[in-house]
């Protein structure tokens, strides 16, 4: 995946290039200080949301809470659940962090 560095990024509401990465973890990623709006970067594999991982409870339990979140906000419910089957079957915390890698874009 192909993301710009966020000082190459302009605001897609305003245009503007102040651009910040957003304060709060949970929600958009990135904020513009002159009008505001919160957005995360443009994607360029659908398939695979981008999932803000950075900041997430390293439980396991809480990351495949994460994943599954980000598969069915990006409209993938069935991956969700197949995420979620493939993460519970695997036989080490590695191994799942590993896995994540082949559903989502962690952050």
Known sequence: MDIKHFDEMECPQCGSGD???AEEVVGPVFQCQECLHRF???QTDASKPLCQLV???GN???????VSRCLKRSGQPDRAQEWVRDA???HSYDEVIQKTFNYVDPM
């Open 19 to 21: 651009v910040d990465l």
């Open 40 to 42: 995360d970067p443009p």
């Open 88 to 90: 519970t079957n695997s």
């Open 60 to 66: 396991v339990f809480a990351v495949i809470a994460r």
């Open 55 to 57: 900041g997430t409870d």
